[in-house]
Each structure stands twice: as C-alpha cells, then as structure tokens.
C-alpha cells in the first residue's frame, strides 16, 4: 500500500504527525508514505523509516509572487510530482482549505480527512471523499493518530505514539553525548521569551555541574541573543549556524534540555530527549510537548514568562539531567 499524506506546516505539526505512521507501519506491513510538506520543514519526514519520498511545497512563499513566472514553473513541477502516482489512500492531516484545495484536490486516489466539525477549517472537507469525525478533546498527536487508523482501517493502539525518529540519529553516536546541555532561547513571539537576565541566572547556578551549555540560534537577533547569554561564561557555546538536520543531531545527543515555546521543542520531544519547557501565554494544553521526559514550567498566578524562577528550573532539571548537587553556600 502507497499513501500520500498532505501535512505541510508548521514544525510542531509535523512532528505530531509521525507517531501514526509508525501505528499504520505497525499495523500494515510494507506500507510506504509519500508525504508533501513545506519546503522548510522538508528534512524531517525523511528520517522516518517508512517515508519514501518527501515533495516539498513552498505555498507560503508561493504566495508573495502567485503570478510570476519563476512560482508558475515551481507549481507546475510540483504538480507534476504530486500527481506521477496513483496513490491507495491520500489523508489529508492539514484540514486547512488552502492545504486541501491546492495539494489535496490534485492528487490522485482515495482522499481522506477530517469532517467539518473536526477539521480547522471545516470547508477544507470538501475535498475530500471520506470524511472522519475526529475527538476535538485530545491531544494533537492522538488526534492525527486516529486519523490515520480510521481512514487506513486499523485499530488505533493503546499505547503512546512513538516517533520512531531517535534511532535515525543514534546510528553514529557522538563521543560527547550526554556531556552537554541545549538551551533553546529563541522563539517567534516576544511575549514567549524568558527574560535574558533569568537565562543567564541560569547558567551562573551551573557553575560546577560538569556539563557544557551549548546556544543554537537561526536568526541574527537570536544570535546576537545567544552571545550575550554566554557573554563571560567558558562553559557555554555559542553554537554556529546550523541545517535542521545538524541542529536535530545536538539535541539527539544532549543530556537535557530547556526550551521555550518553539518548533524545535518539540523536535525536542520527538527525540525522546528530556526536555523543560517555559510556558507564560501559551497554553501547552493539546499543542504541547508530547513524549517521554517532557516537563512544562509555567507561572503560578499569571502568564508572565519573568515569573518563573531559574531555581524552579534548576531543580527539575537536576532531577532530569542527573546534575552534580548543589554546592553548599
């Protein structure tokens, strides 16, 4: 059996998608999956064992020249590749209209997805020829988890999903695994961050723990951020700038990590790696970290992300990373 699935954004969606291809490779064997996804988030459907063939689509940036020449010849191809298989079964696990009118409509087999009280958008349902009442009250994961188990027709497991992406970066080990920690400090909104001044409160209280911090960035703000973060601290990295891939493979490799609300704390997740994540406006509720080891942080009165303290996350992350105990005052 070949299936097409159309889940083409943002970096937490996708990454909640991949526990129900291993339940469908679990319980169908030999099924393969082509999978069409944005053009930035292209890499990570690759490193599932079951996904043949990742299309990348650029509809975000498609949609800032819709007419020119050079997007009408990206959209021919991509129709061209989306269309040069006859597919068993297309789920549509966007439930987006723009997702379902320019990618699903066009592919060839069965289309399935979410029904109109369940899709985000529930006009993206027409498009699609099964449509399946999914439970608004769960976590995004299962929800797509289930999608998959009713339009493929199998039982949807008991068990928690399981990426099935860890081992894809456990194949050669690094030689420092597990003798450093990743702070992820970077993320969209300014409301998300946690103050620099409690960042770097933080790290002075790992004095003495035995590990390296190590400082991802992908904008020059966040890395201009991360140098003044590691400004007079020798244990800590400012790291260079890195491909997903790269920046998968550090995390892979971390003893812990602490993060804010970002894409790549739930890359985090899908790892398996143990993983704080500081929550101030955001609600984590069915979006948030799903996996083993993940812990949320949040205020006790209030959505202020400077009201939580670094001892607060100095104290859970002891417990997760095995730290050195605190040096008596």
């Not at 509720?285 to 209030?302: A, E, M, R």
Request: contains cysteine; neutral net charge; proline residues 6%.
């Amino acid at each position: 059996m070949h299936v097409l699935i159309v889940k083409t954004s943002s970096m937490g969606d996708v990454l909640h998608t991949l526990p129900a291809l291993t339940d469908a490779m679990q319980a169908i064997p030999g099924i393969r999956f082509d999978w069409v996804v944005e053009e930035g988030f292209a890499q990570i459907p690759s490193w599932h064992p079951a996904v043949d063939r990742v299309i990348p689509v650029a509809i975000r940036r498609w949609r800032k020249h819709w007419f020119g020449s050079e997007v009408r010849e990206e959209r021919f191809l991509f129709k061209r590749d989306v269309q040069s298989r006859q597919y068993d079964v297309v789920i549509d696990a966007q439930g987006l209209i723009k997702s379902a009118a320019l990618v699903t409509r066009i592919a060839k087999g069965v289309k399935h997805g979410q029904d109109s009280r369940s899709a985000r958008e529930p006009f993206a349902s027409w498009w699609y020829d099964q449509r399946h009442e999914i439970d608004k009250r769960q976590h995004a994961v299962q929800r797509t988890r289930e999608l998959f188990a009713k339009s493929l027709n199998y039982p949807l497991p008991e068990t928690p999903g399981d990426y099935a992406i860890a081992q894809h970066f456990m194949r050669e080990p690094s030689p420092n695994a597990g003798r450093y920690l990743v702070f992820l400090h970077a993320t969209t909104r300014d409301e998300k961050h946690w103050p620099e001044a409690q960042w770097r409160e933080l790290i002075t209280q790992l004095d003495g723990c035995g590990l390296q911090i190590k400082l991802p960035w992908g904008a020059e703000h966040e890395h201009q951020r991360a140098q003044r973060l590691a400004a007079g601290f020798d244990y800590v990295d400012v790291l260079p700038k890195l491909t997903l891939e790269q920046v998968a493979r550090t995390l892979a490799g971390a003893a812990a990590v602490v993060s804010v609300d970002t894409g790549l704390s739930h890359l985090t997740a899908a790892l398996d790696r143990p993983n704080i994540t500081l929550y101030g406006p955001t609600d984590p509720g069915l979006i948030g970290g799903y996996g083993k080891n993940q812990f949320v942080l949040k205020p006790v009165q209030g959505n202020r992300m400077a009201d939580i303290s670094p001892e607060e996350v100095l104290t859970q992350l002891r417990l997760l990373a095995s730290l050195a105990p605190e040096k008596p005052s």
